[in-house]
């Protein structure tokens, strides 16, 4: 197929675009052609490229058509984040591709009270993303029962190399992990069991594609896509520190004491994750389209740290992971 990836040089892109390519597809990369894609891969040498600035061109009006002037078969949305975008996408497409997948997220549900939990779980979406996703989500949904080839996949917190995971306090401050490398007291918020679920990106890309070559299993459904199990915020940062050889050394704070020790842009991510507390189930991507993720969460993360590590972005002195 002649398949059209927006977001081509994101965290998901990045692994996905290669993958396409070596199944055969004729891949268009579109993006605002700002940024490398984060692991480099012979197969973007095939790759069609395109630029449009997502931003502005919604803008006006004309993101629809201009994607459409791509002439896909099929159409990946990595970075849809507004309902009224998505309909523009439609509109425009409707009639002219065999597949569109867009790119969703877990915090669709909210934080629901059993364990694990599948995808039709009551839902109770909260916070701006989570809301707009929902609403997306519903919307390609009931377009599907009418005949638009929508389907939806539904990430955890996506890691890997080229950029700084999700850490065990549930923020994206890498001396977390530097505290853990170096044997220091890290504190976590209240008791340390709000749960955290990444997923490798090269594991996303993995769902994307079995999408891509499984459509009438994909099309009108939506997909977990995520480490086969969460793992609590203090049992992950056991494992942090075990990469150095070290014992974590933990303390745990009530919510509004912890919040004190961060800055303010890291206890609303910390909220944020620690109030949804993820416990998905992949069962249903794993018995559908054949996903079988190759990380675990905490691989996933270990993989990214590796990274920083490698690149002297984390300043751990002479232990190394």
Same mark, same amino acid.
């Given at each position: 197929?002649?398949?059209?990836?927006?977001?081509?040089?994101?965290? /998901? =892109? #990045?692994?996905?675009?290669?993958?396409?390519?070596?199944?055969?597809?004729?891949?268009?990369?579109?993006?605002?052609?700002?940024?490398?894609?984060?692991?480099?891969?012979?197969?973007?040498?095939?790759?069609?490229?395109?630029?449009?600035?997502?931003?502005?061109?919604?803008?006006?009006?004309?993101?629809?058509?201009?994607?459409?002037?791509?002439?896909?078969?099929?159409?990946?949305?990595?970075?849809?984040?507004?309902?009224?975008?998505?309909?523009?996408?439609?509109?425009?497409?409707?009639?002219?591709?065999?597949?569109?997948?867009?790119?969703?997220?877990?915090?669709?549900?909210?934080?629901?009270?059993?364990?694990?939990?599948?995808?039709?779980?009551?839902?109770?979406?909260?916070?701006?993303? =989570?809301?707009?996703?929902?609403?997306?989500?519903?919307?390609l949904l009931e377009e599907a029962t009418?005949?638009?080839?929508?389907? /939806?996949?539904?990430?955890?917190?996506?890691?890997?190399?080229?950029?700084?995971?999700?850490?065990?306090?549930?923020?994206?401050?890498?001396?977390?992990?530097?505290?853990?490398?170096?044997?220091?007291?890290?504190?976590?918020?209240?008791?340390?069991?709000?749960?955290?679920?990444?997923?490798?990106?090269?594991?996303?890309?993995?769902?994307?594609?079995?999408?891509?070559?499984?459509?009438?299993?994909?099309?009108?459904?939506?997909?977990?896509?995520?480490?086969?199990?969460?793992?609590?915020?203090?049992?992950?940062?056991?494992?942090?520190?075990?990469?150095?050889?070290?014992?974590?050394?933990?303390?745990?704070?009530?919510?509004?004491?912890?919040?004190?020790?961060?800055?303010?842009?890291?206890?609303?991510? #910390?909220?944020?994750?620690?109030?949804?507390?993820?416990?998905? #189930?992949?069962?249903?991507?794993?018995?559908?389209?054949?996903?079988?993720?190759?990380?675990?969460?905490?691989?996933?993360?270990?993989?990214?740290?590796?990274?920083?590590?490698?690149?002297?972005?984390?300043?751990?002195?002479?232990?190394?992971?």
């Open positions: 197929m002649r398949i059209v990836v927006l977001g081509a040089t994101g965290h /998901i =892109g #990045t692994w996905l675009v290669p993958r396409l390519v070596r199944d055969g597809h004729h891949v268009v990369a579109v993006s605002r052609g700002a940024r490398r894609p984060y692991h480099d891969a012979d197969e973007w040498r095939s790759v069609e490229r395109a630029t449009i600035d997502r931003v502005s061109a919604e803008a006006d009006g004309s993101y629809g058509s201009r994607v459409a002037a791509l002439r896909p078969t099929a159409v990946i949305d990595l970075i849809c984040f507004d309902p009224s975008t998505a309909r523009e996408l439609v509109e425009a497409l409707r009639g002219r591709v065999e597949l569109f997948v867009h790119c969703g997220t877990l915090w669709v549900h909210g934080a629901p009270t059993s364990c694990p939990y599948d995808e039709t779980v009551r839902r109770e979406p909260f916070g701006d993303y =989570g809301i707009r996703k929902d609403a997306i989500e519903r919307y009418n005949g638009f080839p929508a389907a /939806i996949l539904h990430p955890g917190h996506i890691s890997g190399p080229g950029w700084a995971p999700i850490n065990p306090a549930g923020n994206l401050d890498v001396r977390v992990f530097e505290r853990l490398a170096r044997g220091e007291l890290v504190p976590l918020p209240d008791d340390g069991r709000a749960r955290l679920q990444h997923v490798h990106a090269d594991d996303v890309a993995q769902a994307f594609a079995l999408a891509v070559a499984r459509p009438t299993d994909a099309i009108g459904e939506a997909f977990h896509v995520a480490a086969r199990e969460p793992v609590t915020m203090s049992d992950y940062a056991h494992q942090a520190a075990q990469w150095f050889g070290r014992e974590a050394n933990l303390s745990f704070l009530p919510w509004n004491d912890w919040a004190t020790t961060v800055s303010a842009e890291d206890a609303r991510i #910390t909220l944020d994750h620690a109030a949804h507390s993820p416990c998905a #189930t992949i069962e249903k991507i794993r018995s559908r389209l054949g996903f079988a993720p190759r990380y675990s969460g905490v691989g996933a993360a270990k993989d990214a740290v590796d990274w920083l590590v490698a690149s002297g972005k984390l300043d751990i002195g002479s232990v190394r992971a």
